[in-house]
Every structure is written in structure tokens, then in C-alpha cells.
């Protein structure tokens, strides 16, 4: 019961994020979500009703089905393509940084050695939503963003390997290399192993069912929304990783979508209609829960008599993970020192560094090294927030503006349904239906307002119904008016390039109208 009415909460806060941030174009939704959490974690009521934070839930029923649907939108071609180079960026590199901060965190900040290691271990991971949330309405350069995509979704592995080796070193006094890489061999291969058997298993099984008489819509969308917990939930009871085989999945997901679009058109249309929800609606979760546990996690040790010690070792993380991305891009990757700087500035830190920093025990480390442990983290996460937030509107050229694409989309509905209105008046059809039509379009326009459509939706009780021949009619005049429709934005794109994603919704718009339509006429 707690889990659900926290999970209630959560996701009201996610939502209402979402909405505000329709209306604050600048500024990013996961800041929105994230001022939201410390709402709740500041308001005793809100913050009563939200459970305490558990990692394993939280990395399960929250980070595997983001990145299992992240992974469906990456290609297999493009992950066996630059296979080399997502090797050197989440083993290489990773490995690279967590020495650099390690012992700049040993030696600047005084700490002992294994300690050090375990705080850099945890800031390995980056994350793509928080990534997100510092590219707002900005253009990243194409390979620079294929980059930060493919290393936040296999990086986890590598800062939980190397979290777990530094957890041992704490714990023993000692570091055990050979052990270390034969644990990170095989909780990656065999990560990898369990998603492309599983994932392969799911996706026959939907392609069987697809053919047969057995091709229930709705229970085989079920089972798709069930698949990341299901996958994690095995790997891990196998002691591999979660994160690795829910990616691996996903990607293979990805292979099936593309040749299943005319096999399965609304499997596949339902399909990604609940990956977006799902993603979006998760990704500002993960939002709220950084808000909402940043300041529990601070709440009475913001006065600490160390607070220039985490601000200091948090400093020291974020600086050193800094320079060894600008350098391996640079050198190894061989981009410009631009791209560099951007990729650098790119590997945002988020709810997964949280999530492992909350794996330990206070009472394994101490008190006193727990709360450095933490507030250093929360440092680091807001500081690879804050400083791209600022940094990246100087350097990266901007997208079309929120408002001047809600302008442009408006301008062109007008115009289309404008003409669609004047073929409709030259159409024989009966007054009721004409009227039916026209009184739809000006809604489609936006041209009725509020009161005056819920009272047609009134005067429909006391109306009686088209006939069959009527109906006809009036589905046959919709088909050409969706044509006309039609016709005009793939004129209009031909000229307005500049506009193609307002035309692109527009279209979509029209073509699930269409659909719709048909499938009303089917289902009389």
C-alpha cells in the first residue's frame, strides 16, 4: 500500500511538471520536476505519503524500463558500428576518470584511499534524461550526441563493477585486480547474454502470435510493458547485469519494430503511443525522486561542520570527470576541441549516480563518511546540471523556439483546414452532414470555443443519428477532406524545410483521424 500511494504521488508530480512546462519554454521540465520533489520533501504532508527511497526498487520499476525503451531507439547498426568506440567510452574512459578522481579526491581532499574510490566509482555513471534537461530547445552536434546516448546506456555496468571493488577494498584493506575484471567480464557478457536470449524469446513469441489466430492486441501490449521488469528481475536473480541485458533488449525491440510496421501497423502505432507516455512520464519521476532526496539527504547536515569538505570533494569529482572526457574525446575520439568540450560538459550525472550512492549502508562506512558520501554526490549532480544549463546556449546553435513552432503549427492548421472547408462546401451532401463536417473542422481549427462545443456535445442527446446512407456520406467527405489536407503540407514542405516538425505533427494528426475514422466504420 505504501509503494502505491507513493507511486500516486509521484506521478501527479510528474504530471503536473509536465504541464507547467508547456508553459515555461525555456526552462526545462526535469528542472520543473525537480524543484517539484523538493516541494514535496519541504511540505510534511507531501513528503509523509512518499516512501522512503528504496535503490533496487527504484533502479527496476524505474531506470530498467526507461532504458530498455531508450534502447529501442538506437539502432543495432549503429552499436556494432561504433562498437569499438562505446567500448572505449564506457570501460576505458570510465575507468580512466574514476582514477582521476580517486586519487584527486585522496590527495586534495585528504581522504583515505579506498573511500576516495568509492565516491569516484559512484560518479561514473551519466545519464541521457539529465542529459536532456541541459540541452533544452539546443542543437547538439550528431556524433557528439550519438556519443553521450550510447555511453549512458551501458556506462552503469562499469561504475557498478568498480563500486563494488572499491566496497571490498574498504571493507578488506585490500584490492583484488583479477577478481575485479573477471566479475566485470561476466556481469556484462552475461548481461548481455540474458538480454538477446529473453529479448529474442519475447520477440518470436510476438511474431508467432502476430500470425496466428492467437493475435490478442491488447495482451500482447502487456506483455511488452512487462518485459524490462521481467528481464532485469532474471538477470539480476543471475547475478549479472540488469542494466546491460534491458538495453541489449531494447535494442534487439528496435530491429523488430522496423520490419513490423506493415505486419503489425497498430501493435507497433500502441506500442511507441505507450513507450512515449511511459518514457515521459518516468523521466520527470526521476526528476522529482533527485529533488525530493537531495534535500532529505541534506536535511540537517546542511550546517555540518564538513559542508566546505563535500563542496569540496564534490568539486573535485566533477572537475576531474571533466577534464579526462575532454581529453579522451579529444585525443582518442579525435574531435574538435569544440565537440570535446561539449561532449565533456555533456555526461550530466543523475538519478543512477543517487541510486548507487544510496546502495550503501551508513553503517558500513560511518556516519561521518556516509554524509560525505552523499552530499559530495549531490554536488556533483547538480553541478553537471547547472554548468552545461549555462555554458551550452553560448555555444550550441538554438532549435526553433517552442512558441515560434506553436505559431507556425497554428498558421499552417488554418490554412489546411481553410482550404478542406471550401471543398466541403462545394461537395453534394445533405445540410445534416455538411454541417457535421464543418462544425468538426472548425474545431480542428481551434475556431469554437469551450462553451460552444460542450453545448453541441449537449444538443447530440436530443438529436437522433445519421442514417447508414448519411453516414456514408459523411465518411466519404472526410476521406477527401483528409486528402486535401494532406496535399497541401507536403506542399508546404517542399518550401518550409525550416518548419518540417509542425508539419510532420500536422500530418500525423490528420493520418490518425484518418485511421480512426476506418476503424469507427469497421467496428459498425
Known amino acids: 500500500m505504501e509503494l502505491m500511494i507513493s507511486t500516486f504521488y509521484l506521478t501527479f508530480a510528474a504530471a503536473i511538471s509536465i504541464i507547467i512546462a508547456q508553459a515555461l519554454e525555456k526552462i526545462s521540465v526535469n528542472y520543473i520536476s525537480m524543484l517539484i520533489g523538493v516541494i514535496f520533501a519541504l511540505v510534511p504532508f507531501l513528503n509523509h505519503h512518499v516512501a522512503p527511497f528504496n535503490s533496487e526498487t527504484f533502479m527496476e520499476l524505474i531506470i530498467a524500463p526507461l532504458l530498455f525503451?531508450?534502447?529501442?531507439?538506437?539502432?543495432?547498426?549503429?552499436?556494432?558500428?561504433?562498437?569499438?568506440?562505446?567500448?572505449?567510452?564506457?570501460?576505458?574512459?570510465?575507468?580512466?576518470?574514476?582514477?582521476?578522481?580517486?586519487?584527486?579526491?585522496?590527495?586534495?581532499?585528504?581522504?583515505?584511499?579506498?573511500?576516495?574510490?568509492?565516491?569516484?566509482?559512484?560518479?561514473?555513471?551519466?545519464?541521457?534524461?539529465?542529459?536532456?534537461?541541459?540541452?533544452?530547445?539546443?542543437?547538439?552536434?550528431?556524433?557528439?550526441?550519438?556519443?553521450?546516448?550510447?555511453?549512458?546506456?551501458?556506462?552503469?555496468?562499469?561504475?557498478?563493477?568498480?563500486?563494488?571493488?572499491?566496497?571490498?577494498?574498504?571493507?578488506?584493506?585490500?584490492?583484488?585486480?583479477?577478481?575485479?575484471?573477471?566479475?566485470?567480464?561476466?556481469?556484462?557478457?552475461?548481461?548481455?547474454?540474458?538480454?538477446?536470449?529473453?529479448?529474442?524469446i519475447f520477440i518470436m513469441f510476438r511474431q508467432f502470435l502476430t500470425r496466428s489466430r492467437f493475435n490478442a492486441l491488447n495482451a500482447q501490449n502487456i506483455i511488452y510493458l512487462l518485459s524490462p521488469f521481467l528481464i532485469?528481475?532474471?538477470?539480476?536473480?543471475?547475478?549479472?547485469?540488469?542494466?546491460?541485458?534491458?538495453?541489449v533488449a531494447g535494442l534487439f525491440h528496435n530491429a523488430e519494430r522496423q520490419y513490423s510496421v506493415l505486419l503489425n501497423p497498430r501493435q507497433v502505432q500502441i506500442g511507441s503511443n505507450l513507450q512515449n507516455l511511459i518514457s515521459e512520464i518516468f523521466n520527470s519521476i526521476v526528476f522529482v525522486?533527485?529533488?525530493?532526496?537531495?534535500?532529505?539527504?541534506?536535511?540537517?547536515?546542511?550546517?555540518?561542520?564538513?559542508?566546505?569538505?563535500w563542496l569540496a570533494v564534490g568539486t573535485i569529482i566533477y572537475l576531474a570527470n571533466l577534464i579526462v572526457r575532454f581529453l579522451y574525446s579529444l585525443l582518442i575520439m579525435k574531435f574538435d576541441s569544440k565537440n570535446a568540450a561539449i561532449f565533456a560538459l555533456g555526461g550530466v550525472h543523475g538519478a543512477v549516480t543517487l541510486a548507487l550512492a544510496l546502495t550503501i549502508s551508513q553503517k558500513f562506512l560511518g556516519q561521518s563518511n556516509y554524509n560525505l558520501l552523499m552530499m559530495s554526490e549531490a554536488t556533483l549532480i547538480l553541478l553537471s546540471m547547472i554548468i552545461p544549463t549555462i555554458i551550452f546556449p553560448f555555444i550550441l546553435p538554438h532549435q526553433l523556439s517552442d512558441y515560434e513552432s506553436q505559431r507556425m503549427t497554428i498558421k499552417f492548421r488554418n490554412e489546411m483546414v481553410k482550404q478542406a472547408i471550401i471543398?466541403?462546401?462545394?461537395?453534394?451532401?445533405?445540410?445534416?452532414?455538411?454541417?457535421?463536417i464543418l462544425f468538426s473542422l472548425l474545431l480542428q481549427k481551434q475556431a469554437i470555443n469551450t462553451p460552444d462545443s460542450l453545448r453541441q456535445i449537449f444538443r447530440t442527446i436530443d438529436q437522433p443519428s445519421l442514417s447508414s446512407e448519411e453516414r456514408y456520406l459523411e465518411r466519404l467527405a472526410y476521406y477527401r477532406v483528409f486528402a486535401i489536407e494532406r496535399n497541401y503540407l507536403e506542399e508546404i514542405a517542399q518550401k518550409e524545410s525550416k518548419y518540417q516538425k509542425c508539419l510532420l505533427t500536422l500530418y500525423n494528426e490528420i493520418l490518425i483521424a484518418e485511421s480512426l475514422t476506418l476503424e469507427d466504420y469497421i467496428e459498425e
Not at 146 to 155: D, I, Q, R, Y
Not at 290 to 303: D, H, K
Not at 429 to 434: E, M, N, Y
Open 232 to 247: 532485469y528481475a532474471i538477470a539480476e536473480e543471475l547475478s549479472v547485469s540488469g542494466i546491460i541485458a534491458v538495453v
Open 423 to 436: 471543398a466541403v462546401h462545394h461537395m453534394y451532401l445533405p445540410k445534416k452532414v455538411k454541417r457535421h
Open 69 to 200: 525503451f531508450e534502447g529501442q531507439k538506437t539502432q543495432l547498426y549503429n552499436i556494432r558500428n561504433r562498437f569499438k568506440s562505446i567500448l572505449g567510452i564506457t570501460v576505458v574512459m570510465v575507468l580512466f576518470a574514476v582514477i582521476a578522481a580517486g586519487f584527486s579526491i585522496h590527495y586534495l581532499g585528504n581522504l583515505g584511499i579506498a573511500l576516495s574510490f568509492i565516491i569516484a566509482s559512484i560518479s561514473a555513471p551519466t545519464d541521457a534524461t539529465a542529459t536532456e534537461s541541459v540541452t533544452n530547445n539546443l542543437i547538439l552536434p550528431h556524433k557528439v550526441e550519438g556519443s553521450l546516448k550510447t555511453e549512458s546506456l551501458f556506462n552503469d555496468a562499469s561504475g557498478i563493477i568498480l563500486l563494488d571493488m572499491a566496497l571490498l577494498w574498504f571493507e578488506n584493506g585490500t584490492i583484488n585486480y583479477g577478481q575485479t575484471l573477471q566479475n566485470f567480464l561476466f556481469s556484462s557478457l552475461g548481461g548481455a547474454a540474458i538480454g538477446f536470449v529473453i529479448g529474442w
Open 289 to 309: 525522486i533527485l529533488g525530493l532526496m537531495i534535500i532529505r539527504i541534506g536535511y540537517n547536515r546542511i550546517l555540518n561542520s564538513q559542508i566546505w569538505l
